[in-house]
């Protein structure tokens, strides 16, 4: 018969959670600041630290989905998202795009035996690079729409966990996240749009109703994003991509809700703004 916990039990079981916590509080910072430095620096400097983050995406991914040769498939994988990044600069995201097609087919025929799943990595990797640069290269309106999908996904991702402890309730999607609830997505919905509303009054952009239907479509992909990442996970029997980030696992693991967010609101900016995805994102 297995004792009762004591208060020096309860104590100790406690203490690598709060140091854990304590991980991912830091590591969360960290990330945080520089990501929004260098959204504040923009140039050359974005694009290489969202190459950097698309490429430990893309060597993540190789890692779960157990495909071989790795070696060569994390350098086919550097090779597409160098032609993006380069296709990217020149201002010709049609060549973004048929660098990551080109660079998923060579990875599908070299990969054994998950050929879907290496065509779809280099896509899942190049959405971490295009939309974000595309969105900051906007010389209009590109620095305050990085900032902007910072605030709504960061405070979607903040409100749903605090929502998600203190009420509880119904599960999201148990199959594929059981920690998940619906009273999570919901708070997180309000504090996303209450974030992003405070983002563009901040910035003195004129506030308009439709603000808030944009900022629940990018909540939305943002919850739909980390779902994805957890399915991919729940596939292949994985917990964490990697042990990147300390407390909170790997690079998908971080940025999953942000790269689909990021791609809404590219579709969404383009839709409506051309060659100036930002200003049509939030320009209304």
């Not at 590591?27 to 490429?55: E, M």
Request: aromatic share 8%; net charge positive; proline share 5%.
């Amino acid at each position: 018969m297995a004792e009762a916990d004591t208060p020096h039990d309860q104590t100790q079981s406690a203490e690598p959670k709060r140091s854990e916590l304590n991980k991912r509080l830091i590591s969360a910072a960290v990330l945080g600041i520089g990501a929004v430095v260098t959204a504040w620096i923009g140039g050359t400097l974005f694009l290489l630290v969202w190459t950097a983050a698309a490429f430990a995406v893309w060597w993540e991914w190789t890692g779960i989905i157990g495909a071989s040769p790795r070696a060569l498939l994390i350098v086919v994988g550097a090779l597409a998202l160098a032609g993006m990044a380069a296709a990217l600069v020149m201002d010709a995201p049609a060549i973004a795009f048929l660098s990551a097609v080109i660079g998923g087919g060579i990875a599908a025929a070299s990969a054994y035996p998950a050929r879907i799943w290496a065509f779809g990595g280099i896509l899942y990797a190049g959405a971490v690079l295009v939309p974000a640069v595309m969105l900051r290269n906007d010389p209009a309106f590109g620095l305050i729409a990085i900032l902007w999908l910072f605030a709504v996904v960061w405070a979607e991702d903040t409100g749903a966990y605090f929502a998600g402890r203190l009420i509880g309730g119904p599960k999201l999607a148990v199959r594929i996240s059981p920690n998940k609830t619906w009273a999570g997505a919901i708070g997180g919905t309000f504090a996303g749009i209450a974030a992003g509303s405070a983002v563009l009054l901040a910035a003195g952009i004129p506030w308009r109703p439709v603000h808030m239907l944009v900022a629940f479509v990018i909540v939305v992909a943002a919850q739909l994003g980390d779902l994805l990442e957890s399915a991919v996970k729940r596939r292949f029997g994985v917990k964490d991509t990697s042990m990147l980030i300390p407390g909170h696992g790997g690079m998908m693991d971080r940025i999953d809700g942000l790269l689909a967010a990021a791609v809404f609101a590219l579709a969404i900016g383009l839709m409506r703004g051309g060659g100036a995805p930002a200003t049509g994102l939030l320009s209304w």
